[in-house]
């Protein structure tokens, strides 16, 4: 393992430099007894969660993977940083923020299930266990990620974004790091963002003078490469932050580079706020048009130009979405409540037992009802493709449930060529054949005649003068052996012209 000196972040000997601050990662002390022993492993909190090992590390805390003692259940436990404990109003404030985060029910947003204090001075959060990689992981192996991908994980981020919004939560903390992909066997990948309300607990506790806030990473809201410019200049913040932070994840999500990069978090935070971000199709140029409005819409640097929150930047980025033809990437991995509720009990307890056969029947019943379309009807206008509406499009809905493609006469045309082509070749080869068999014939009565001759010459008189009796005398027999194989030459001759006129024929009229 490698360890950033800057943050204390560990990576895997794949990286080089840390992805969020881009210090030069050093390798761990290969002296196991000089190795820092984490105080919390094997500590229970509360009689209840039991850490079990050190999943990451963070300027606000540190994550474990932690088992639920009473239900034998495993858990993620993030443990407050001490020196934000020491403050008795920043507990309160995390507390508070820990309420609204408990009550984010989202798809996309990681679930929070219970907040506790120790009563050695440990704050946590408990949070679901999720499995999989996180989007800075994925973006360190393939960036840059094409349109499609790259749009269907922003889609479901901006959607758990907006939520988070509605509840009057901002999260001023958005990046790879924070954006996890869940990835199960025989389910589509599901999109969760972590860490709501956590970063507006350092905002609020910082001083308005500390000099140092910009240079530490982590201490001034969020990670320098994705603050907004307000962020940098340490003004009140809105959800149009949020927003910002989402534009430049998407830029690097299709460039596979951050709009600015510098030596220090300082020097790039005044790029925030006083230079333009480079088009994203001079690093790519495959970049839809319509796409690369949308991200420079989100980084405009006055938070009035920008969408004003996550649903507004959702909204347009799914219309650009849906004029490219990629409606699919807003499919819904998950069925929502109200489809659980219609297919489940509630139990004298108050809990909802949800039968997941009856489930599968009703998602398929309704297939037709939750159609998207796949091409926009503006391609198929441009292509000439008649679709076939159904009633759930007269109602402005643009799906459809089959395509009606005709045949040109172009592609019979090509046919009957190449089947004419294909008739001649078989044509010629079959009159080389006859021809070589004809051919043969003579050849082979030319080679038996000499034997004939000797034969005959002991017979014939030694008179200067021929006459007709000697010849016709000793060449009876010869005659009557050639004549036959003669009617086998005849027949063959015969076959390989009736071969060859019925192939002209068929070459002549080939349909």
Do not use: W
Request: aromatic share 4%.
């Amino acid at each position: 393992m490698l360890q950033c000196p800057t943050c204390g972040r560990r990576y895997s000997r794949d990286f080089e430099i840390c992805p969020e601050d881009q210090s030069p990662l050093q390798a761990d002390a290969t002296n196991a007894g000089s190795l820092p022993t984490d105080p919390l492993l094997g500590h229970t909190l509360d009689d209840k969660y039991r850490l079990e090992a050190q999943l990451g590390v963070g300027g606000m805390g540190t994550v474990y993977r932690a088992r639920h003692l009473l239900i034998d259940r495993p858990v993620a436990v993030k443990v407050l940083n001490p020196r934000f404990v020491e403050d008795e109003a920043a507990r309160t404030r995390f507390q508070r923020e820990a309420r609204a985060a408990g009550r984010l029910q989202h798809t996309n947003a990681v679930t929070v299930t219970d907040y506790g204090q120790t009563q050695d001075g440990y704050v946590y959060i408990v949070m679901e266990l999720l499995e999989g990689r996180t989007l800075r992981d994925i973006l360190a192996k393939e960036a840059p990620l094409d349109a499609a991908r790259s749009v269907s994980i922003m889609l479901q981020v901006s959607a758990a974004v907006a939520a988070a919004h509605d509840a009057g939560i901002i999260h001023r903390d958005l990046k790879p790091a924070n954006i996890f992909i869940v990835q199960r066997a025989e389910v589509p990948s599901v999109v969760k963002v972590l860490d709501f309300g956590i970063a507006k607990l350092a905002a609020e506790s910082l001083e308005e003078d500390d000099i140092k806030a910009l240079t530490q990473v982590g201490a001034m809201i969020g990670t320098p490469r994705y603050m907004s410019p307000e962020q940098c200049d340490g003004a009140e913040l809105t959800p149009a932050a949020d927003v910002y932070s989402l534009g430049v994840i998407l830029y690097e999500m299709l460039t596979g580079a951050v709009p600015f990069s510098g030596s220090t978090p300082l020097a790039i935070a005044m790029k925030h706020t006083s230079e333009l971000p480079r088009r994203p199709r001079e690093f790519v140029a495959s970049i839809p048009p319509a796409l690369e409005e949308v991200v420079l819409h989100a980084l405009e640097k006055s938070p009035q130009n920008r969408p004003a929150n996550a649903a507004e930047f959702r909204r347009e980025l799914l219309a650009t979405a849906e004029r490219l033809g990629l409606e699919h990437a807003a499919i819904a991995s998950s069925p929502n409540i109200e489809a659980l509720r219609s297919v489940g009990k509630e139990s004298p307890s108050g809990r909802l037992v949800v039968d997941i056969s009856k489930l599968r029947e009703t998602r398929a019943a309704n297939s037709d009802a939750t159609e998207v379309t796949v091409v926009s009807p503006s391609v198929m206008a441009v292509a000439g493709v008649p679709a076939i509406k159904n009633s759930a499009a007269q109602s402005n809905n643009q799906s459809f449930s089959r395509l009606s493609v005709s045949f040109t006469d172009r592609s019979t045309k090509q046919f009957l060529l190449i089947a004419a082509a294909i008739a001649v070749v078989l044509a010629l080869a079959l009159a080389f054949v006859a021809v070589r068999s004809s051919r043969a014939v003579p050849e082979a009565a030319a080679v038996a005649s000499p034997s004939v001759s000797p034969s005959v010459s002991p017979s014939v008189s030694p008179t200067p003068e021929p006459s007709p009796s000697p010849v016709t005398s000793p060449s009876a027999s010869p005659r009557r052996e050639s004549r036959k194989p003669a009617p086998a030459n005849s027949n063959r001759g015969s076959k390989g012209n009736s071969v060859f006129k019925k192939f002209k024929r068929i070459f002549k009229n080939p349909f």
